[in-house]
């Protein structure tokens, strides 16, 4: 873990953070930490609990860079790690912290819940990470939601059907046989989903329990492995929606145009407001047929605008 802060040229910055430390107040920290944030103007999202802060910020280089000085200044937060990118702009439309039970929810009872300074699994740089890929009886397991894992995820690693991440304790226990015996290694984004995915499999009687230290984005930014063997993009949660993680000959794109079958790596929505799905469709359909999961979409939308406009015509 390293406190410095980098140079970068760049006139943005995106943080993705967490630490999990006990916090006596939290809702005189997030008040606190809302007015540290806007004297600086950041923009993200920031959940304070009783068990630490997970959050993703953006804003200019000078401001990211004295609010990163300013936590590392706090007796709390002095050993907080940062994953940052650079940004051409904010990447969050405005600022929004909240207080929560839990930083991350795994969805167990309060006698059942995971401390990750208690119980956790083993951590892996990078480098190590790899390397413990190419062995033998080695179970991969991505810590996300199936929508993130569908962007972009490790080679051969089990993806479970998980649309929440508190679905992942029953997961693990109705396919507990498939990792009997096997050498367990987690991944989630920036790390902090497997502090708890991967003290609950210990918990639940597996000892040969790993985390990627730091998560999909520092393996991205390794010097060494570069990213490599992780297939597509990464899914972050803010404007940018996706970010680029292999930089090797390693790298490819995963995921296909809904229609045409055509590579495409860019997410978006499904225009009828009440689908919203996460999609993928290329430029050429979007233009031909526009941004909807298919034809029952495209149709039940026209029909509810059709129908708005009757609404506002006999209004008049």
């Not at 006698?111 to 033998?136: C, H, K, V």
């Not at 860019?266 to 407001?273: D, E, I, L, M, V």
Request: hydrophobic share 30%; charged share 30%; glycine share 8%.
């Amino acid at each position: 873990m390293s406190n410095e802060i980098p140079d970068s040229e760049s006139p943005y910055q995106v943080l993705l953070y967490y630490r999990y430390v006990p916090i006596e107040d939290p809702e005189a920290y997030a008040k606190e930490h809302r007015a540290l944030c806007e004297s600086l103007s950041l923009r993200g999202r920031i959940i304070v609990g009783d068990e630490g802060i997970n959050g993703t910020v953006s804003g200019t280089t000078a401001e990211t860079n004295r609010y990163m000085e300013s936590m590392h200044g706090d007796p709390l937060t002095t050993e907080m790690e940062f994953k940052v990118d650079p940004a051409g702009e904010h990447t969050f439309p405005k600022l929004s912290i909240k207080v929560r039970e839990e930083i991350v929810t795994l969805g167990l009872d309060e006698s059942t819940d995971i401390d990750p300074n208690e119980i956790t699994g083993e951590r892996l740089s990078p480098r190590e990470f790899y390397e413990a890929m190419q062995q033998e009886d080695v179970v991969v397991i991505d810590g996300r939601n199936d929508y993130e894992a569908e962007l972009g995820h490790f080679k051969g690693a089990i993806c479970p059907p998980i649309g929440n991440f508190r679905e992942f304790p029953d997961w693990l226990r109705e396919n507990a046989s498939q990792l009997e015996g096997k050498k367990i290694l987690t991944y989630c984004t920036g790390g902090i989903r497997c502090e708890k995915l991967s003290g609950f499999l210990r918990k639940e009687g597996f000892e040969d329990v790993y985390q990627l230290d730091g998560g999909i984005v520092k393996y991205g930014k390794d010097p060494e492995v570069q990213g490599r063997d992780f297939e597509g993009l990464c899914y972050v949660f803010d404007q940018r929606v996706e970010v680029e993680v292999n930089r090797t000959e390693t790298r490819k794109i995963i995921t296909h145009c809904r229609h045409c079958g055509v590579e495409q790596p860019h997410y978006g929505n499904c225009r009828w407001p009440s689908c919203n799905e996460q999609i993928f469709v290329c430029p050429d359909c979007r233009e031909k047929q526009s941004l909807y999961c298919g034809a029952s979409c495209r149709e039940a939308h026209g029909k509810e605008l059709v129908a708005k406009q009757v609404a506002a015509s006999q209004v008049e």
